[in-house]
């Protein structure tokens, strides 16, 4: 088995990286950062995220797993005194292998035909360089709202934690399809009218968003920013690529979520 590790470049992440290559090593396991079956992602969330991105064109055939060096993560559940547990399992492959999905968004131009298209672990968001976001929702080819704030997000299920919680939007198991779009700070009054609520589309669905009249805007992908420039549409959908983790032991879904939300002795 081939394996890397991304790490989050502090001392201590990087001390527990050194140990776990070592270990791996000696087990017999190939260290190969071009083509690895498994990547070990030491630090936090953002770190995983890192590690996503980077490996994002082999999404088949990689397994991810997290080990935290600060606070619990969603992604990062080991901790660093588990690290040898980790290593002798990678290494007897007592692992299965859990799929997520993820959203794929699609950024179409006006004055050419070729398109952007990205897939994010957690979410996308899109603004305007302007004080006031004006687009355009269709859900399924069809007009939904005219949408008037500071800005729209878009988040997977398993990124439903993120700032797609910070905005409001519901906390979606990741083992449904779906997505879900939430407004950041909508105008609502007798003349400007949104729907005020989250959407939580199945992966069926597809959602456009297309601009009223400024046609620059700053896009997120997870933890990129993107400034794009004479955009016709922006669409979203489930994407048919999923990502892979390893998972060595039981931690179910809500129980991450109060662990993280909720324990506070964690």
């Known amino acids: 088995m081939k394996f890397a590790i991304q790490s989050r470049n502090d001392a201590h992440s990087n001390e527990l990286m050194d140990s776990a290559k070592t270990y791996l090593s000696d087990f017999g396991l190939v260290w190969d950062e071009e083509s690895p079956d498994i990547v070990i992602s030491i630090g936090g969330d953002g770190t995983l995220l890192h590690a996503f991105h980077r490996y994002r064109e082999q999404l088949s055939s990689v397994a991810f797993v997290g080990i935290h060096t600060g606070h619990l993560g969603f992604y990062a559940d080991w901790k660093p005194a588990e690290i040898e547990k980790l290593v002798i399992s990678i290494a007897k492959k007592e692992f299965e292998v859990i799929q997520y999905p993820l959203l794929e968004a699609t950024i179409n131009y006006r004055n050419n035909d070729e398109e952007s298209v990205y897939l994010a672990l957690n979410e996308s968001t899109i603004k305007s360089p302007d004080v006031t976001l004006v687009m355009d929702v269709e859900l399924n080819d069809s007009h939904f ?111 991450r979520v109060h662990d993280s939300f909720i324990d506070s002795d964690v």
């Open 145 to 255: 709202e005219r949408f008037r704030g500071d800005g729209l997000c878009m988040s997977t299920p398993s990124g439903s934690t993120a700032y797609n919680k910070a905005l409001g939007g519901a906390i979606i198991h990741p083992s449904l399809e779906a997505m879900q779009l939430t407004e950041m700070a909508s105008i609502n009054n007798r003349v400007f009218r949104t729907v005020g609520a989250p959407l939580v589309l199945p992966a069926h669905h597809t959602c456009v968003l297309k601009p009223v009249k400024a046609v620059d805007f700053m896009v997120t992908i997870d933890h990129l920013q993107l400034l794009h420039k004479d955009v016709k549409s922006i669409q979203y959908r489930v994407a048919k690529e999923k990502v892979r983790f390893a998972r060595f032991r039981p931690f179910p879904f809500w129980k």
